[in-house]
């Protein structure tokens, strides 16, 4: 099985703010089947990033994921008011599939 | 629109069984791997389970295998997750998802279950 860390556990920030994210594997990811998921409470999961660099459609551009092998990272490049949510990623190129713990950005 | 709308969620003493199902529409059901996937209260999301486009294959979670079946009736549209034998930490909000090969593209809403004497 293959274990995803995320860090930080939260991030605080303000609006207009760039947020980094990491993800970081146990063993290398198949071929590029990394995915960042956006969660808010009462909402379904959203996809945001596959293939460790495509946007999902309707994604803004300001998301972008990035990373190879075992380290990844999801950066929003200026933080809306409605990107403050949490956010998991995942591996989808083994079974079981596994997400990681998540990281919160929090309006600072 | 895609829509998927997952029913069957409610409240079940633990060693009992639930039946979740999940409606889905907007995309072509019967192209496309389903999977179940679920949140615990205060928890992060965890993949159940998952089923490919004829049937034939599925793939679980160590902690369910031998308790929850996946299945799908493509003619219906429709994915299923048969729960046995619950436990207490089983209880969760149980998504349908869907998507393209093994990547969870689709989310629905989510049903909640809860499993407490």
């Known amino acids: 099985e293959i274990v995803l860390t995320q860090s930080p556990g939260t991030l605080s920030l303000s609006p207009g703010e760039r947020a980094t994210l990491s993800c970081r594997a146990s063993q290398s990811v198949t071929s590029t089947y990394l995915a960042w998921y956006q969660l808010k409470p009462g909402l379904a999961p959203r996809l945001l990033i596959y293939d460790i660099s495509s946007r999902a459609t309707g994604i803004p551009d300001r998301f972008s994921g990035s990373g190879s092998g075992t380290d990844f990272s999801l950066i929003i490049s200026r933080l809306e008011p409605e990107d403050f949510a949490v956010y998991y990623c995942q591996q989808y190129g083994s079974s079981p599939l596994t997400f990681g713990g998540g990281t919160k950005v929090e309006i600072k | 629109e895609v829509l998927l709308v997952e029913s069957g969620g409610g409240l079940v003493q633990p060693g009992g069984s639930l039946r979740l199902s999940c409606a889905a529409s907007?995309?072509?059901?019967?192209?496309?791997?389903m999977n179940w996937a679920r949140q615990a209260p205060g928890k992060g999301l965890e993949w159940v389970a998952n089923?490919?486009?004829?049937?034939?294959?599925?793939h679980y979670i160590d902690s369910v295998k031998g308790r929850f079946t996946i299945s799908r009736d493509n003619a219906r549209n429709s994915l299923y997750l048969q729960m046995s034998s619950l436990r207490a930490e089983d209880t969760a909000v149980y998504y349908c998802?869907?998507?393209?090969?093994?990547?969870?593209?689709?989310w629905g809403q989510g049903t909640l279950v809860t499993v407490s004497s």
């Open positions: 998802v869907g998507g393209t090969g093994w990547l969870t593209r689709y």
């Open positions: 907007g995309f072509t059901f019967s192209n496309s791997w």
């Open positions: 089923i490919k486009k004829d049937g034939t294959e599925t």
